[in-house]
């Protein structure tokens, strides 16, 4: 792994990071793949995947993914088969964790070509969480490309998303996307609807975020990060919290629940606000004011909960294929990050 050591290609942390072009350039070799899912650019290389959370779709697919491009994939789950790792600098380690990342990703980086983390926020304290210091330090470490699996965002989720959009839209610049946030009985992390912003505006859409009240507005670093994504092309972010108006002529609909960030850590009171909120739920009714608006959701989902079951089960509804489509992209990613132009 000599070559690995003295070579560090890029790491897939956030889609900020890369240009709409490179990112145009894997969702181009995902539609190949999605053709003829067989090759081997991965052929003798392997990749870590260390899970700090459950996941059903991201590890079937990278670990299908890698087999499918003739690499392998090891997954880890740090406290459960796998020592627990801490990831603070300077940490007197006298708690749960038996280890440092500084030296499980030297070591990983020894062993694989790859190294990829899910760490969701630990919802306690957001000025400490926002800083997305897991992956992050994963990364300082690690002498191998690292690969966000959901973080604080959700950049895998993002790239499915628009391809699914593409396939079934073409071109997506000026086109009208909805993210609306959605009921759910808890806060949840806003890693996917973060995510949501930043890929619709890189690639050009005309973007509302759709909320029940300034509290669950997305943190500061992301919307902006949009707002200067939609004006590269153009475009504007737009902020309601009037839900006709949001779906009024929206040609894409996509949904997420999340906490609101000044209650985090406080799921309490968190609770007060949000139970006035079961109305944003997504139905039949909202969508009939939509332009025949495609609706999706990054799954898992609590159907009746955040979307209905005739919204879920419509032709409209593409979740299954965006869920596909995380197979598609991930070997894509790797496939780019193995070999980089
Ligand atoms: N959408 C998504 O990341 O699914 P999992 O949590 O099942 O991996």
């Known amino acids: 792994m000599t070559s690995q050591i003295e070579k560090k290609s890029r790491d897939f942390i956030t889609t900020q990071d890369w240009s709409q072009a490179d990112l145009q350039s894997m969702l181009d070799t995902a539609a190949k793949l999605k053709e003829s899912p067989y090759g081997e650019d991965l052929k003798g290389k392997s990749v870590a995947l260390l899970f700090l959370n459950s996941s059903m779709r991201t590890r079937t697919s990278f670990q299908v993914g890698a087999h499918q491009l003739g690499g392998f994939a090891v997954v880890l789950q740090p406290g459960s088969d796998a020592w627990p790792i801490e990831f603070e600098t300077g940490k007197i380690m006298d708690g749960d964790s038996e ?40 990364a300082k470490h690690a002498d191998v490309p690292v690969i966000n699996m959901e973080t604080i965002t959700h950049p895998c989720q993002e790239m499915a998303h628009v391809m699914a959009l593409q396939e079934k839209m073409g071109d997506l610049a000026g086109r009208k996307y909805v993210l609306t946030w959605t ?19 890189k690639f050009g859409m005309d ?33 309601t919290t009037d839900i006709d108006e949001a779906y009024s002529d929206a040609e894409v609909v996509y949904c997420k629940s999340w ?15 949000r139970q006035n909120y079961r109305h944003f739920m997504v139905d039949g009714p909202k969508m009939a004011k939509t332009k025949n608006a495609l609706f999706s959701h990054c799954l898992p989902l609590r159907r009746n909960i955040k979307a209905s079951d005739e919204v879920m089960d419509a032709d409209y509804c593409i979740a299954i ?21």
């Not at 906490?259 to 850590?265: D, E, F, I, R, V």
């Not at 596909?324 to 496939?335: C, P, T």
């Open 183 to 201: 009921w759910h009985p808890k806060p949840l992390n806003t890693a996917v609807a973060n995510s949501s912003l930043l890929i619709a505006t």
């Open 259 to 273: 906490g609101a960030l000044p209650y985090y850590g406080d799921p309490t009171a968190e609770w007060e606000l």
């Open 207 to 239: 973007v509302t975020l759709l909320i029940p009240e300034e509290a669950y507005l997305l943190d500061p670093q992301y919307m902006d990060a949009a707002a200067e994504n939609a004006a590269a092309h153009n475009q504007k972010l737009t902020v």
């Open 321 to 341: 294929d965006e869920a596909e489509n995380r197979l598609h992209v991930q070997k894509a990613i790797m496939s780019h990050l193995i070999h980089p132009e």
């Open 99 to 138: 280890e440092h990342i500084s030296e499980v990703a030297k070591v990983l980086s020894r062993y694989c070509d790859m190294i990829a983390i899910r760490a969701f926020p630990k919802f306690k304290d957001w000025n400490k969480d926002r800083t997305d210091y897991v992956i992050r330090s994963v």
